[in-house]
């Protein structure tokens, strides 16, 4: 008797446990869509798309196979149309899981970046080649060593021409004459005699000198015209010389000059007065601004290439002619350009677009128009706006689901249209039937 009473007891108990979690699961359903009517009443729900698959989506609630709630999707505000149909809100979490990083658009002066290797050289306008203007010995050298520093105006050596003795004789009888005489014939002969010394490169301080002490001197000096250094000594103690040998190569490489070939395809962005950038490889790290001063006029018909002439300050004289560099152009400047980090944007081969934020979790597509891209920065000549937040990273996954909802969207419409002609044509149908009834 009592195993039979505990049977009945046993099943009782099963029995209710299993109406309790029918009418739980039946209340919680209706819990479930109570709530999901409600969140519909504040927020237009747009469509409901399944769980384990985005793919899949329903213009009803419903549940999969699993029992899992169909997810709304909303219009994100459908009070505002000035937003696009492929504005895409996802909670912080979601964003801070997937990654999603922005910055915002800036405004720089950005350049078009063309790499060139480049040839260091002699700066021409600063070098000199020192030939004497009369044939004669050479007496002294007061500097005789390749490299030597010499300054302006530095005595390099001195020089016997009987040219140069005649001359000086002439110049004294000429002086003489003028200061006896005082007369324009005097003075004429005193003149052509100063210039022919002039013209011989006699230095200022030899033909006051001759004035003052009225002694003819053996030597003839050469002096530097400019600071530099020697590069060259063509010449050496007691040799003959004429005008055809070069005494001394002298350059100042205080300025030099690089030569870079650019191809036929960069021309049209190089001007003269762009700045140029150079690294070499015997001061690593360091940085060397210079410009643009000269554009070949021809073009090299082998490699299509056009040689361009930059201009470095080398004070220090750390560049030595005969290096080689790399060199970068920054041609077509742009001022004040909205620019943005190059990743931002989403290019489809048919347009460019970026994610703009317009409020946290809520970022919109945007059609851009790019200009110049340089330094891992490209310019947005139009689409946005200096200050606005873009998205940098994550922004495939953002797209994906910007054109998803995008496509949902004009489905969801284009049904809405139909339903509107079906309703149209019954509400037709009706006024036909009953003028048929009248």
């Known amino acids: 008797m009592n195993k039979v009473a505990l049977s009945m007891l046993l099943t009782l108990t099963l029995g209710a446990g299993f109406a309790a979690g029918y009418l739980f699961s039946a209340k919680q359903m ?9 969140e519909s009443s504040e927020r237009q729900v747009l469509f409901w798309r399944n769980p384990m698959n985005p793919a899949i ?14 997810l709304p999707v909303y219009t994100d505000g459908g009070s505002d149309n000035s937003e696009s149909a492929g504005t895409v809100t996802i909670d912080p979490v979601t964003v801070q899981n997937i990654g ?15 790499n ?11 070098l000199a080649r020192l030939h004497p203007k009369t044939s004669g010995w050479i007496e002294s050298m007061n500097v005789d060593e390749t490299g030597a520093k010499v300054n302006h105006d530095s005595i390099l050596l001195s020089v016997y021409s009987p040219d140069l003795v005649a001359a000086q004789r002439e110049y004294l009888l000429a002086l003489n004459t003028w200061e006896k005489s005082k007369n324009s014939t005097s003075k004429s002969m005193l003149k052509s005699a100063r210039e022919r010394l002039e013209l011989f490169d006699v230095p200022e301080h030899q033909i006051m000198e001759l004035e003052k ?9 050469i002096h530097s015209p400019f600071q530099g250094r020697v590069m060259n000594i063509g010449a050496r103690d007691g040799q003959y010389v004429t005008p055809k040998d070069q005494l001394y190569l002298i ?30 490889r015997a001061e690593p790290g360091r940085l060397y601004d210079g410009k643009v001063t000269f554009i070949h006029p021809v073009l090299n018909s082998k490699s299509r290439t056009a040689r361009i002439r930059l201009e470095f300050d080398n004070s220090d004289l750390s560049l030595k002619p005969g290096m080689f560099a790399n060199v970068v152009l920054y041609s077509n400047p742009q001022e004040k350009a909205v620019v943005v980090p190059s990743e931002a944007i989403i290019r489809s081969g048919s347009r460019e677009q970026v994610f703009v934020v317009r409020a946290p979790g809520k970022f919109e597509p945007r059609e851009v128009t790019i200009g110049v891209t340089a330094s891992g920065l490209t310019q947005i000549r139009n689409g946005v706006k200096e200050g606005e937040q873009v998205v940098t990273s994550s922004q495939f996954l953002i797209d994906s689901e910007s054109k998803l909802r995008e496509a949902t969207a004009k489905m969801m419409a284009a049904m809405s249209s139909d339903r509107e002609l ?14 048929m009834g009248e």
Do not use: C, P
């Not at 989506?57 to 169909?70: A, I, R």
């Not at 079906?422 to 003028?435: K, R």
């Open 30 to 38: 209706t819990v479930n869509e109570q709530q999901a009517n409600i």
């Open 57 to 70: 989506t329903s213009s009803v609630f419903m549940q999969d196979d699993m029992g899992m709630d169909y």
């Open 213 to 221: 002490t009225r002694k003819i001197k053996k030597q003839l000096h």
């Open 100 to 114: 999603v990083r922005t910055i915002e658009a800036k405004v720089e002066t950005l350049s078009r970046e063309i």
């Open 251 to 280: 350059a100042d490489l205080s300025q030099i000059w690089v030569n870079v070939d650019v191809f036929e395809d960069q021309l049209s962005w190089v001007n003269v007065g762009d700045r140029a950038a150079m690294t070499v």
């Open 422 to 435: 079906v309703d149209e044509d019954m509400s037709m149908d009706d006024m036909s039937d009953m003028e």
């Open 116 to 126: 060139a290797l480049g040839r260091i050289d002699f700066n021409e306008e600063r």
